[in-house]
């Protein structure tokens, strides 16, 4: 399998080391092991560069990276947890990824969604630039 480096935004909170997402769908991230995504979600998210992920955090942080395919209840479960990540740290540590491979889900528009963001969907290409799917990533540090 293919695998790049890049670097990944994580949550720390209480010495959990989570997605920069708190919403369902959002993974534990532990040092030197693959994360995949949870069951009916997908796709990971990751920077190509540290530069691109530095510019997330401070430039475009009102994204909120998380799997795309979320149920309702999934949802409500959320918004009991969104309060959680209030007091986080945000760092960026170097990984491995393996590329998606599969299809993105479609808008009525036919556009591709790749994740959310607080307003809803967004589509693949409104992404941040530098920002890779990954169906695994393995944290370095």
Not at 16 to 37: D, E, L
Not at 118 to 126: D, E, S
Request: aromatic share 14%.
């Amino acid at each position: 399998m293919l695998q790049y480096r890049g670097y990944k935004v994580i949550c720390v909170m209480r010495g959990a080391r989570r997605s920069y997402a708190t919403r369902p769908g959002a993974v534990a991230y532990p040092k030197g092991r693959w994360v995949y995504p949870r069951p009916g979600c997908g796709p990971l998210t990751v920077f190509a560069t540290y530069e691109a992920a530095e510019k997330f955090i401070y430039d475009d942080n009102e994204l909120v990276f998380f799997a795309a395919f979320t149920s309702q209840k999934a949802i409500l479960k959320y918004l009991k947890y969104l309060g959680a990540c209030v007091h986080a740290e945000y760092v960026i540590v170097p990984c491995v990824w393996q590329p998606w491979n599969e299809k993105l889900p479609r808008n009525a528009h036919g556009k591709p969604i790749a994740v959310w963001d607080n307003n809803g969907i967004v589509l693949a290409a409104n992404l941040p630039r530098g920002t890779r799917l990954a169906r695994a990533v393995k944290c370095l540090e």
